[in-house]
């Protein structure tokens, strides 16, 4: 018989491994919260074990069309004056492409071989030997071979079959925030970046529609409705009071706009499967600031799907095997975690200082 496969979530872990596993040989059912194709247009990467992935599914052209092309980055001060310059060090082939616009191609892709249910979600699971009985907030309930949480850092699927959230994602003490501002900026090149301690507020090109984020350091929020944005746009402008630069013009978009803000966290799991369900993407594991959290979740789908495509119908083994190989993948970047956030935002005068040594350093290299 098909094995008949379930995942929540149809971002780009969702959608990557729905193409996989159809092409496989499973039956695969996504369903998915909201009512349409939806992700941010934050800027991220496709790059090193994702960029076979993109390229076999034959969506690469169709992402380089779509990608951004930023030469550089340049730092100002508070006056708007370019005080270091980083050029685009990247791997050959390595793409930047707005978030939405991935999430889309690879949706695109699979929406052929697999079944997308949107406006919906799962609410329960029931897990014995040989599936998941699966309760719907709208349709029927199902029974599956196999259960797969692609929902994210506030995954579903991982706080009904793994725990509650609080005891399983790390804050790591900074926030972001995005929001697109709705026409071009002057430097159609580079990436603007304006820094005060423990705060960053820049300016991305974005093919034309520019994109605005801020990232800054603050405690966990525990209880915070991450679909509140109000409450989002109260935090943004209490954490920016009295910043210099562009940031009360930016800061003034901040009402109505389509604002993306979270938490930058680490999933900490022992394990990502239990029985018959497993996690993959953001709900599993990947954190970055620099946006390889998208090339890791397209990595860990394509390894999830062979995995399990590869081991004879013994879906405990194939699981087994995905974990084993992409762990070794994730693990390395969670350990960067840290120096990450301390190069994007320094928490001190001090720590900028020596931030903005290295930059003029690297751009003379």
Request: proline share 5%; aromatic share 6%.
């Amino acid at each position: 018989m098909t094995p008949s496969v379930l995942i929540s979530g149809a971002g780009v872990a969702g959608s990557t491994a729905a193409y996989w596993l159809a092409r496989n040989g499973f039956r695969v059912t996504v369903v998915e919260r909201s009512r349409g194709q939806r992700s941010s247009g934050n800027p991220v990467d496709v790059r090193g074990p994702a960029l076979p992935v993109v390229r076999d599914m034959g969506v690469l052209p169709a992402l380089r069309e779509r990608a951004t092309h930023p030469d550089g980055m340049r730092v100002l001060d508070a006056c708007g004056r370019t005080i270091a310059r980083l050029p685009m060090q990247t791997e050959e082939g390595a793409l930047e492409i707005p978030r939405a616009d991935l999430a889309t191609t690879l949706f695109e892709a699979a929406r052929a071989r697999a079944e997308f249910r949107f406006d919906d979600s799962v609410t329960a699971l029931h897990t014995d030997a040989a599936g998941v009985d699966v309760t719907f907030d709208r349709g029927a309930p199902e029974r599956f071979d196999l259960v797969i949480g692609a929902d994210g850092l506030h995954s579903a699927v991982r706080r009904i079959a793994f725990g509650d959230e609080t005891e399983l994602v790390r804050h790591l003490g900074v926030w972001v925030a995005t929001l697109p501002l709705g026409e071009p900026v002057d430097d159609q090149r580079h990436t603007l970046l304006y820094n005060e301690p423990g705060r960053l507020a820049s300016i991305h090109p974005s093919r034309g529609d520019a994109l605005a984020a801020f990232i800054f350091r603050g405690p966990a929020r525990p209880g915070l409705d991450h679909r509140d944005a109000d409450e989002h746009r109260r935090i943004v402008t209490e954490a920016y009071a009295g910043a210099g630069w562009r940031v009360p013009e930016l800061l003034a978009k901040l009402p109505g706009a389509d604002l993306y803000f979270d938490s930058v966290s680490q999933v900490h799991l022992p394990k990502w499967t239990q029985g018959r369900v497993t996690l993959v993407g953001d709900a599993a594991s990947c954190v970055s600031l620099f946006g390889d959290g998208s090339s890791l979740a397209l990595a860990g789908a394509h390894t999830l799907a062979s995995a399990l495509a590869t081991s004879g119908g013994d879906l405990a083994l194939g699981l087994r095997r995905y974990e084993a190989e992409h762990r070794v993948r994730t693990d390395a970047k969670v350990r960067g975690a840290g120096r990450a956030a301390a190069l994007v935002v320094p928490k001190t005068r001090l720590g900028l200082a020596a931030r903005n040594i290295g930059a003029r350093a690297m751009a003379l290299c």
